[in-house]
């Protein structure tokens, strides 16, 4: 049977379906492009924002992963000079014994005893959460006699018995970072008594018992590894609610919010849009990028300028904005001290610019009268490319000013031998600081330099490959 013709009431209700169809598809499509849009601009903000929180927290999170492995208010001692096995933070020094801990403050405050040095060197510097050091205990600024010293946090208010000095912190947690000199290998037990004579006591109990220091080896402290993903921004947010930032960083902080990060902020398991999320990983990247590009120009500018020496910005100290800077030392000079206490130029290359090499062989001159200038001490340490110290036959991993046996030229100069075979000669083997292998990297410590080191007029030595 053929197909009934269709009614004009049928033919103009299908025709009005058609119509009223193809005009519900253009703004179907137009809705389409506007949310692609959409969705291109939330990746891209948060990709933004992400990686200016990265840049941001790194510092925070970087020392976070540190302290959290110690006890809460408590003395730490290490009792032997650093050796390979500790992989800590990077660079580490075989100069001083180090006393350490994580202060949690939001109980009050708690009181450092140091005993009478006798003159001897020795500094306990403050961090706060962000890594900005904001006071010293020790030589330099309070002299080498007894005292006892109450760290308090930004909100406690009381009276402190006469004879203690205040010092207030910026954040509730502090990082209690302490050095004491190891004058040579017959000294160590000396110094370790001193470690012994520290104590740390909450002001509520003070009079009473001390607290003296736990004492264990460098090598079981191992830093937690750094969260990976979302977690990041988790952890960041959590180290951030328990210290918070500074009003200056309001505004700041309320662009975080926008994308879902913030002090108190779960990213992890915020109602965030997919593109938000993919944006806040791709930041990651990117803010890890960002600071790598400011260590290349960074350490590209000062080896320029400084006979391949890298010397950190003066700014080290109380980084304020200067988020790359802080992020960048962070990440490779943790617990950096200002410029004031130590300068720590670093060598990746030798006067030319090649890199180090053990494949190698180079000398480094200290021209008469032109030994480090410095109150406290000087040393050169050598580290394999990862900053960590690397075994050799001699078991000496620095020279400095209290290696005993070195060899002086006639003019009162110093050479220093910096290759992985055994030199020649004996004189020579006297100077020799043995070099890994492979790519290695050179730390010049100046501690108390004079202000030709601090404002750079001091001559650094050229590292000069010979071989």
């Keep these: 049977m053929p197909p009934r013709p269709l009614t004009r009431r049928l033919a103009r209700a299908l025709a009005a379906a058609c ?36 840049v941001y927290g790194l510092a925070l999170l970087d020392e976070q992963r540190v302290i959290d492995r110690f006890p809460a208010n408590t003395l730490i001692s290490i009792t032997r000079l650093s050796t390979p096995a500790e992989r800590l933070v990077p660079l580490p020094n075989v100069d001083t014994l180090y006393t350490t801990a994580r202060l949690v403050l939001s109980g009050g405050p708690l009181v450092l005893h140091v005993p009478n040095e006798h003159g001897r060197y020795y500094v306990f510097q403050l961090l706060d959460a962000y ?57 160590q037990a000396r110094a370790n008594a001193i470690q012994h004579e520290y104590t740390l006591t909450p002001l509520a109990r003070y009079g009473g018992a001390p607290q003296t220091a736990v004492f264990i080896p460098a090598s079981t402290l191992k830093p937690l590894p750094l969260p990976r993903g979302l977690a990041f921004y988790d952890a960041l947010d959590a180290a951030m609610a328990q210290n918070p930032p500074p009003h200056s960083e309001r505004a700041l902080m309320r662009t975080f919010v926008t994308v879902g990060l913030g002090p108190g902020r779960t990213p992890s398991s915020e109602p965030l849009t997919a593109a938000t999320r993919a944006g806040l990983l791709a930041g990651l990247k990117l803010g890890r990028r960002e600071i790598a590009a400011y260590a290349r120009s960074t350490k590209r500018a000062s080896e320029r300028a400084h006979r391949g020496w890298l010397l950190p910005p003066s700014a080290t100290r109380n980084y304020a904005r200067h988020y790359l800077l802080r992020a960048y030392i962070a990440q490779d000079a943790l617990g950096a001290n200002v410029p004031a206490e130590a300068v720590y130029p670093v060598a990746f290359v030798d006067s030319r610019l090649a890199p180090l090499s053990g494949r190698h062989r180079y000398v480094l001159r200290f021209a008469a009268g032109q030994l480090p200038p410095v109150r406290a001490f000087w040393s050169l340490t050598m580290y394999g490319r990862d900053l960590f110290l690397v075994p050799n036959r001699l078991h000496r991993y620095a ?69």
């Design 19 to 54: 119509v009223l169809a193809a005009t519900m598809a253009l703004p179907a499509q137009a809705t389409s492009h506007s949310t692609a849009r959409a969705s291109t601009t939330q990746y891209q903000r948060a990709r933004a924002i992400g990686a200016q929180a990265y």
């Design 131 to 187: 890594t900005n050091s904001f006071a010293y205990i020790g030589k330099r600024v309070t002299g080498t006699r007894a005292g006892d010293f109450a760290i308090a946090g930004p909100r406690w208010h009381g009276r402190l018995p006469a004879h203690v000095r205040l010092i207030r912190s910026p954040t509730p947690t502090v990082w209690l970072l302490g050095r004491t000199l190891v004058h040579g290998p017959t000294d």
């Design 399 to 467: 020279i400095g000013d209290r290696t005993p046996h070195l060899r002086f030229g006639r003019d009162g100069s110093l050479v220093i031998y910096l290759q992985h075979s055994p030199p020649r000669t004996a004189a020579q083997r006297a100077n020799w600081l043995p070099a890994p292998a492979g790519a290695f990297v050179l730390a010049l410590r100046l501690y108390e330099p004079h202000a030709a080191v601090i404002r750079g007029t001091w001559p650094l030595p050229f590292i000069t490959r010979t071989g």
